[in-house]
């Protein structure tokens, strides 16, 4: 038995299948992230996961309890898991000691403990009109807390906040499985916070499950060009010209088209181990600069430290072996 298991749930709302035939499972204190397009089903899988949304078929066993759904349940929910949404609404003009205090079933150490980890000890005398954005979500997220649950279920928590705050917000959800030992299950858009934090990844497209895996594998090897893009950026070399950079490595050419992350590329000596291209343009990004160039006529986008070229320029690069996938 898994700590989460979901098997086989799709949702349907007015006539549309919004989630098809879902199934995986999720071990306690394992981090799982969960990446996709807008619409293509993440919000409706945790809502389903917490009992808020009802499944056309399918079960969501949670710790080994069938999760019921908002059909068969006066209050939807479950005690045990809590979700936090994209839109949650704080009581207005309430000091923050008040609304934590209305939700609180903690002893007054375990409330402190949990309040110095949400960062937002310093905040109690404060109305919950005065708080920026960051502080909003954090003292949202101790009110969900603070019934203790075992899952909890982020949507889209780091979307709207600046680099300060969001950094934050990875330090407590981090203190949040480490010191409390709650099991976090999370969406986000952007790579930077699913990359770093999960131990896998599961990747939705059309409502559809179309990859789950550890982050370096869904980086590297995505099991389409979509699935890719929700990683950053990448070049697609078309079957026909893959053999340009195949020659380089052990692999064979296939009908299929080659993918190589920009970074991937190593600049090089031109000489006969190297593929020339043209610099067409450069960008310079802070930590890295990214140079457009055309190897026989196919515009790749390549990453460097250094920038020692122009528009124009002649350009030597290679290409390791495990940089190249097929999709
Ligand atoms: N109650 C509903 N009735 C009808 N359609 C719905 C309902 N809930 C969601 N949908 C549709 O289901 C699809 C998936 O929505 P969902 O919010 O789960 O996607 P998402 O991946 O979380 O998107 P986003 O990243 O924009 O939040 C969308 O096309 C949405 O319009």
């Known amino acids: 038995m898994s700590f989460l298991d979901v098997s086989g749930i799709s949702v349907v709302e007015e006539g549309n299948v919004i989630l098809h035939d879902i199934t995986f499972s999720l071990k306690e204190h394992q981090k799982i992230a969960i990446?996709?397009?807008?619409?293509?089903?993440?919000?409706?899988?945790?809502?389903?996961?917490?009992?808020?949304?009802?499944?056309a078929s399918g079960q969501v066993l949670y710790q080994g309890k069938k999760v019921i759904g908002p059909h068969d349940k006066l209050v939807p929910g479950h005690a045990d898991i809590a979700y936090l949404s994209q839109h949650f609404e704080l009581p207005q003009f309430l000091r923050v000691e008040q609304v934590l205090s209305y939700t609180n079933t903690l002893s007054g150490e375990e409330a402190n403990t949990l309040y110095e980890i949400c960062r937002i000890s310093h905040l109690a005398k404060r109305k919950t009109n005065q708080l920026s954005g960051g502080e909003r979500q954090r003292i949202a997220l101790a009110r969900l807390l603070s019934s203790w649950p075992g899952l909890l279920l982020l949507d889209e928590p780091f979307s709207n906040l600046d680099m300060g705050h969001k950094s934050i917000l990875k330090?407590?959800?981090?203190?949040?499985?480490?010191?409390?030992?709650?099991?976090?299950?999370?969406?986000?858009?952007?790579?930077?916070?699913?990359?770093?934090?999960?131990?896998?990844?599961?990747?939705?497209?059309?409502g559809k499950l179309i990859q789950q895996?550890?982050?370096?594998?869904?980086?590297?090897?995505p099991v389409n060009e979509y699935a890719a893009s929700l990683f950053g950026k990448y070049n697609?070399?078309?079957?026909?010209?893959?053999?340009?950079?195949?020659?380089?490595?052990?692999?064979?050419?296939?009908?299929?088209?080659?993918?190589?992350?920009?970074?991937?590329?190593?600049?090089?000596?031109?000489?006969s181990s190297a593929i020339t291209g043209k610099v067409t343009t450069t960008h310079y990004f802070g930590s890295h600069y990214e140079l457009e160039i055309l190897v026989e006529e196919v515009p790749l986008t390549i990453r460097t430290g250094e920038n020692n070229y122009k528009p124009g320029d002649s350009i030597g690069i290679s290409v390791p072996d495990n940089a190249v996938w097929f999709v």
């Open 35 to 55: 990446a996709g397009e807008t619409g293509s089903g993440k919000s409706t899988l945790l809502q389903t996961i917490a009992g808020l949304v009802q499944p």
């Open 236 to 271: 697609v070399i078309p079957p026909g010209k893959a053999g340009i950079f195949t020659q380089l490595t052990s692999k064979e050419t296939t009908s299929k088209s080659l993918l190589i992350r920009p970074e991937r590329f190593i600049v090089t000596r031109q000489d």
């Open 171 to 206: 330090a407590v959800i981090n203190d949040i499985s480490e010191e409390l030992g709650i099991t976090c299950l999370l969406i986000s858009h952007d790579p930077h916070d699913t990359l770093s934090w999960a131990d896998e990844i599961m990747v939705m497209q059309n």
């Open 213 to 221: 895996g550890r982050p370096q594998q869904i980086y590297q090897q």
